[in-house]
């Protein structure tokens, strides 16, 4: 019997006890794509913006060149 309550108090423990839930970072950041025609020259560009959807800040915009747009991500 005293046995059994033991037992029976352990489990209860453990299943009460909290999880401890590590807040991973994936899907931190957004990358956002759009183009871009410039008025004076008429060229078209694609700018790639990596935004951090925590704080809604900018972390990093770069504009290439649409042609040299799969050119440049093969290098990197």
Not at 25 to 31: I, S, T
Not at 32 to 43: A, D, E, F, I, R
């Amino acid at each position: 019997m005293k046995r059994l309550l033991i037992s029976l108090l352990m489990v209860s423990l453990l299943i009460s006890a909290p999880n401890k839930v590590e807040e991973k970072e994936v899907g931190r950041y957004q990358l956002g794509l759009t183009t871009y025609v410039s008025p004076k020259t008429g060229k078209v560009y694609i700018v790639e913006t990596i935004i951090d959807t925590k704080s809604g800040e900018v972390v990093k915009r770069h504009k290439f060149y649409y042609k040299n747009y799969k050119k440049d991500w093969k290098k990197k």
